[in-house]
Nanobody
């Protein structure tokens, strides 16, 4: 499975960004996709995940501000981020998982930098 992430950038606090993650390859065994992030000096954390059935989950830090969605026809998962805060600054990684909890990613895309200025 190959994952291609895009959409990061620099945005002011309160702004919005949309990240995209296109999957290709042997994706039939993938049951969930997720976005993780890693801020400088911190551990990587799960931001949001979506199962092949459309069930979603979010870390409390982004609930109400971020939305994960998927376009099955395009094998693409999106992360729409609104009301961004400086503490959202991180490298964001998309992942594909065999298990629906997506607790640990089985395949990883390259990171995309999101920087939120105050």
């Amino acid at each position: 499975v190959q994952l291609q992430a895009s959409g990061g950038g620099l945005v002011q606090a309160g702004g919005s960004l949309r990240l995209s993650c296109a999957a290709s390859g042997s994706i039939s065994r993938i049951n969930a996709q997720a976005w993780y992030r890693q801020a400088q000096g911190k551990e990587r954390e799960l931001v949001a995940a979506i199962t092949s059935g459309g069930r979603t989950k979010y870390t409390d830090r982004v609930k109400g501000r971020f939305t994960i969605s998927r376009d099955s026809a395009k094998n693409t998962v999106y992360l729409y981020m609104s009301n961004l805060k400086p503490e959202d600054t991180a490298v964001y990684y998309c992942a594909a998982c065999y298990f629906t909890d997506c607790f640990t990613g089985d395949f990883w895309g390259q990171g995309t930098q999101v920087t939120v200025s105050s």
